[in-house]
């Protein structure tokens, strides 16, 4: 075991996945296929959103819906910098500006009290929307979060990419699943081979708006439609008699090739096939680091259990964070370390950023190191890391 190397994650493709990939190479698409509506039906039924649009990569997703919540030049939109940078690039593709949130240091996710503050700085109206992060797998309480979006006239895009399968507990003791659209306008994920669902890449938006479902539609192909009722040039423009001809469509506004294949969906929906399995496997997984970790002094935070996290992170904030991964390298466990913050990436120090403006974020990245968590992690591995991590403070 000393010489197989242990990811922080990784996929997990069966022979049955193989399977139908193979069929679908087979079959008469390669993409814009049947797959891609089932992908997309089985997903929305699995988070209990009503619509769901698949696209090529979680960033497509965000930017889509930032396009399609009509962010603009100049427009503010908060979220957090423990987060990957594309939660907050989405908003500057549009020309907008992002604003950093501070995390709250006990969940890691964007703090409510820290938006509270900025909202409050700021004549209504300055901001446009927030973009709340379910971190590591732990679901942002998004009812909090709508009521405050909802007092300042803000929209919600929630990053879920982390969290299919998660759930928080709302003010009735309801499960609210991460992606269900019932608090966030639009949510997003992404199925690239570290996140619970693998496709190779791929990416999908949730939502219970129908409005906002036909316009990611539309952007996701280059902004054409291909619908009589849509069409807003004459039928005598488009060549027709007394209706559209077949051949015809309109781009009508400015959209991208964001598609996605159809045998990645079919991987996708042979994966979304066992999504349950993965994330009850993650939670065992969770537990015994819990369990180990507890009281150990050189643990300073840990993910923890906490009821709806869908586990795609084990994070635990340790002393000299540098040394241990360094030494689990050396024993060949490849350990990350999720995130540096955005906001000191040097692309957004250029607005102004600097160290010490979100003190618990910085705090945070100091210490943290997400351990090797994926469902095929065996029980001897994960038990190899933590021998290897007692023995390195020992
Ligand atoms: C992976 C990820 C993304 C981007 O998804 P891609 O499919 O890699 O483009 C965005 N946000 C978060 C939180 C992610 O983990």
Request: aromatic share 12%; hydrophobic share 35%; net charge negative.
């Amino acid at each position: 075991m000393e010489n197989k190397v242990i990811p922080y994650g990784r996929q997990h493709i069966t022979e049955e996945d193989i399977k139908v990939v193979i069929e679908t190479l087979q079959s008469d698409y390669l993409t814009q296929g049947p797959k891609i509506k089932e992908f997309e039906d089985n997903f929305a039924q699995y988070v209990g959103a009503n619509y769901a649009v698949a696209l090529a990569n979680g960033t497509a997703a965000l930017h889509l819906c930032a396009m399609a919540l009509d962010v603009n030049p100049g427009d503010k939109v908060i979220t957090t910098p423990i987060t990957f940078a594309a939660s907050a690039n989405c908003v500057r593709y549009c020309g907008g500006e992002v604003v950093f949130g501070d995390i709250d240091p006990d969940t890691y996710l964007l703090d409510i009290n820290s938006v509270k503050k900025l909202l409050e700085a700021s004549p209504k109206g300055t901001y446009k929307g927030i973009i709340p992060v379910d971190f590591a797998g732990r679901a942002v309480n998004l009812e909090a979060f709508k009521a405050l979006a909802d007092e300042y006239g803000l929209w919600i895009i929630e990053d879920a990419c982390h969290a299919p399968g998660g759930f928080f507990n709302d003010t009735n003791g309801k499960e609210q699943w991460c992606g269900n659209g019932k608090f966030a306008d639009l949510a997003i994920f992404s199925f690239h081979p570290v996140k619970h669902i693998a496709s190779g890449e791929g990416g999908m938006v949730t939502t219970n708006d129908r409005e906002l479902y036909g316009r990611l539609l539309k952007l996701r192909t280059h902004g054409i439609v291909k619908d009589d009722g849509q069409y807003t040039n004459s039928i005598d423009f488009a060549g027709g008699e007394d209706s559209y001809p077949l051949w015809y469509m309109e781009m009508q506004e400015l959209g991208y090739n964001y598609r996605i294949t159809d045998f990645q969906a079919a991987l996708g929906n042979s994966q979304l096939q066992r999504a349950d399995e993965g994330v009850q496997r993650r939670r065992e997984i969770a537990k015994v680091y819990a369990q180990d970790f507890q009281g150990k002094n050189y643990v300073k935070g840990q993910s923890g259990i906490v009821k709806g996290h869908a586990h795609h992170l084990y994070v635990v904030e340790v002393s000299d964070r540098l040394g241990l991964y360094n030494y689990l390298r050396e024993h060949k466990i490849f350990a990350q370390i999720h995130y540096i913050p955005c906001h000191l990436m040097p692309y957004y120090r250029q607005f102004g950023w600097k160290e010490g403006d979100l003190p618990h974020a910085e705090n945070y990245y100091k210490h943290c190191i997400s351990l090797p968590m994926y469902p095929t992690l065996t029980k001897e591995e994960q038990q190899f890391v933590i021998t290897t991590i007692d023995e390195y403070y020992n």
